[in-house]
């Protein structure tokens, strides 16, 4: 027979369902990249910009000009360097200078001197100074979302903590979280985790894992990684578990940003124990420049590989804001209210997210 929750549960899960096909269904929109002249782009830097930054991209250590500099100019031939930065940045780096970003007040501000299109083809053309086909391009790394996974490879450090709003004592989980690139397209990653309920407070677990760029394409603006994580509980009554998951983004458009997840949790004594979580989230990116309040909306979706009585999907709601707190954005907060969308063990729950990206720089540079 039937039971009460069974309905509800199939309804729901159609909605998240459609809720998804109405995201892909947009997703065939794609960004407008502009147009560039390359040919063009080569001129204006050897004109305006090999001076310093040298005629490959690297500059010249025997340069007085370059003497002069402290910090040193930036050198465009690395790969990593030339591929983890977005062409939109770099776009208002040399319009407005690097002040404007909180780089090297060095770099002038060329807004006045070229107009836009110049500015798109310089940056287009020092694109082309390094091959960069086999890393990930820098405008994959979309924001952190508060539930989501990522998919672009990062060099970051997050503390994520979480309030958990619910019948008896309140729960707080604290997370300590470093993610280094190795690589062309690898992360490795470690977690430390923190748990109070009011009565214990502990490290709970600690959490190893790598993810790999598997594919991406900067015309569609797309990027897909796959990723395993170990996690070891700090009692050794618990089980580790394997957590591997899927993470795919795509810009929709100039302004909208999808990302979703995959995820399983299989517990290593018994993986019909575990469950699968599905996540995504879209973020609307309102202005290029970094230090604004973004608004973005995420649902998640977990279902218990054996049923467990109740509600088997347990649906969420996740409104939350990305604020950018440094002039280039490699130090940002998110904020998120989770809410039940069907019966859970809380009533809500708060997230705060402090992220700092320190291949960008140090934690205290353009604020």
């Not at 709970?204 to 603006?221: N, R």
Request: charged share 25%; aromatic share 10%; with cysteine.
């Amino acid at each position: 027979m039937e039971s009460m929750s069974e309905p509800r549960d199939r309804w729901m899960t159609a909605s998240w369902l459609a809720a998804c096909l109405g995201l892909a269904a947009l997703v065939t929109t794609g960004p407008a990249w502009a147009a560039t002249d390359i040919e063009a782009g080569r001129r204006t830097y050897e004109s305006v910009c090999a001076v310093c930054h040298g005629a490959t991209g690297r500059p010249d250590p025997g340069n007085p000009v370059v003497q002069a500099f402290d910090p040193q100019p930036a050198d465009l031939s690395d790969p990593l360097f030339n591929s983890r930065e977005p062409a939109g940045d770099w776009e208002l780096v040399v319009a407005h200078g690097g002040h404007a970003l909180g780089l090297s007040p060095q770099m002038p501000a060329q807004g006045e001197v070229l107009t836009g299109q110049q500015v798109r083809d310089v940056v287009a053309y020092v694109k082309t100074l390094v091959d960069t086909s086999g890393y990930p391009p820098g405008e994959m790394n979309f924001f952190l979302p508060v539930r989501t996974k990522k998919a672009f490879p990062e060099d970051e450090v997050v503390w994520k903590s979480r309030y958990s709003g619910q019948d008896g004592d309140d729960e707080i989980r604290n997370v300590l979280e470093f993610e280094k690139r190795i690589g062309k397209r690898g992360q490795v990653l470690l977690e430390v985790v923190h748990e109070d309920d009011g009565v214990d407070s502990e490290i709970a677990e600690v959490e190893i894992g790598y993810k790999h760029a598997l594919a991406w394409s900067l015309e569609k603006g797309s990027i897909l990684s796959g990723a395993i994580v170990l996690a070891i509980p700090t009692d050794g009554d618990e089980p580790e578990e394997v957590i591997p998951y899927l993470a795919y983004g795509r810009q929709l458009s100039d302004e909208w940003v999808f990302q979703g997840s995959a995820r399983a949790i299989l517990p290593t004594d018994d993986a019909g124990d575990g469950e699968l979580e599905l996540a995504g989230v879209v973020h609307y990116q309102w202005t290029p420049w970094p230090r604004h309040v973004f608004g973005g909306l995420e649902f998640t979706a977990v279902t218990p590989f054996d049923d467990d009585g109740g509600d088997r999907v347990k649906f969420t709601v996740v409104p939350q804001l990305r604020i950018g707190l440094t002039r280039g954005g490699h130090v940002a907060l998110n904020l998120g209210v989770e809410l039940p969308l069907s019966d859970q063990s809380y009533d809500y729950r708060a997230h705060l997210n402090l992220l700092w990206d320190f291949a960008d720089g140090s934690f205290f540079k353009g604020w």
